[in-house]
């Protein structure tokens, strides 16, 4: 059973800060692999896919990267604002399951102080 | 973007209760929709896989008559907990495939508390 852990549980930075959060797998076989926003009480917010066939993903501040080599992905968020301030999930979809059925890791909850 | 349509987004009922939360594809339609449960500072752990038109794959250690899904058009799908007892009581999301792009789009959940 494929496993997606992230570290670290929750992470607190100074506004402008740059920062990387970690998700690893165990199952190198993946479709691909989603971060998501999670803001308290709120459902999810997908900021990023990368597809097996890539190795990242840019979208304005953020910057994801995959390496199923050694079963890890990270997120770089650049110049982070106190608006960055969620809960950051990463999900994959493995070659065991359905392509289409995710699973998530337990997330990096960020705090960015103003 | 796809828009996703979850509701109630929060619910208090009694123990014994039975509430049901539906997830609808507001500008697409989705074959297949998802259900999930998260518990405090606890990643989303899928229940089911609902398919419209037929019944609903559950995963394991999840009791299908407890969780009750139903998709029966390509816009809504349907969550019911049955007899809720208080350690049902956990945040609720479901998402949208969306056929086109095969993407997942995600409803704003549901907050249940069993009293």
């Known amino acids: 059973k494929q496993e997606v852990t992230q570290i670290p549980a929750a992470l607190s930075v100074p506004e402008g800060e740059n920062l990387v959060l970690n998700c690893s797998f165990t199952?190198?076989?993946?479709?691909?692999l989603q971060w998501f926003r999670q803001d308290p009480g709120k459902g999810l917010t997908s900021l990023l896919l990368i597809q097996s066939s890539q190795r990242e993903q840019t979208s304005g501040r953020l910057n994801a990267s995959l390496d199923k080599s050694s079963g890890r992905s990270t997120l770089y968020i650049a110049a982070s604002q106190p608006g960055d301030s969620a809960t950051y999930l990463c999900a994959g979809s493995f070659s065991s399951g359905s392509a289409r059925q995710l699973t998530f890791g337990s997330g990096t909850q960020l705090t960015v102080l103003p | 973007g796809a828009v996703v349509s979850q509701h109630p987004s929060w619910v208090i009922c009694k123990s014994g209760t039975s509430v049901k939360i539906e997830c609808r594809s507001l500008?697409?339609?989705?074959?297949?929709m998802f259900w999930y449960r998260q518990f405090p500072k606890q990643s989303l752990m899928l229940m089911a896989t609902?398919?419209?038109?037929?019944?609903?794959?559950?995963e394991q250690g999840v009791e299908k008559d407890k969780f009750l899904i139903n998709h029966a058009s390509l816009t809504l799908s349907t969550l019911t907990v049955t007899s809720a007892h208080p350690e049902d009581s956990s945040f609720y999301i479901c998402?949208?495939?969306?056929?086109?792009?095969?993407?997942?789009?995600f409803g704003s959940g549901t907050q249940l508390s069993v009293l």
């Open positions: 609902s398919n419209e038109g037929s019944k609903a794959t559950y």
């Open positions: 500008d697409f339609q989705a074959t297949t």
């Open positions: 199952d190198s076989a993946i479709y691909n």
């Open positions: 998402s949208a495939l969306h056929g086109g792009s095969e993407k997942l789009f």
